[in-house]
């Protein structure tokens, strides 16, 4: 199944998706958007641009697990993006997943403009890993 990842920012919203056999996934773009309404629409664009069949919207809870004002407005974003697309569109942990994003891109020396362009489509790319290593691991 072709899945695609979201990781929802007030500015810049990162995509990433996998290939049909649910083995790789790879940054597909960053939507520079500062309108929410937008940013959802632009969002269910790109839904049907590649074809996916889910999509994961990064949830960042706090590291206690609970719900901030950041994970609510995650939540939001899922909501409005069910209601345009005919896909499913789960929500999926993503505590700290920008700051491995910020590791990989220091470990490739990535910097300065570069750096806070792809930032958001690494972080959308581990969100993606993460729950595609959750469905491997619990197959029946």
Sequence with gaps: ??????????????LA???RTEFLAS???????????????????AVEEYAVQMVV????????????ERAEKCALFAEKLKALVNVPVVLWDERSTTVSAHQVLNETNTRGKKRKEVVD???ATIILESYLNYRRNNKE
């Design 121 to 123: 489509a690494v972080a």
């Design 1 to 14: 199944m072709k899945i695609m990842a979201v990781d929802y920012g007030d500015a810049r919203t990162g």
């Design 57 to 68: 919207v990064g949830h960042p809870l706090n590291m206690d697990g609970t719900a901030g």
């Design 17 to 19: 998706a996998c290939d």
């Design 27 to 45: 940054p597909i773009g960053v939507i520079q958007e500062y309108n929410f309404e937008n940013t959802v629409k632009k969002v269910s664009y």
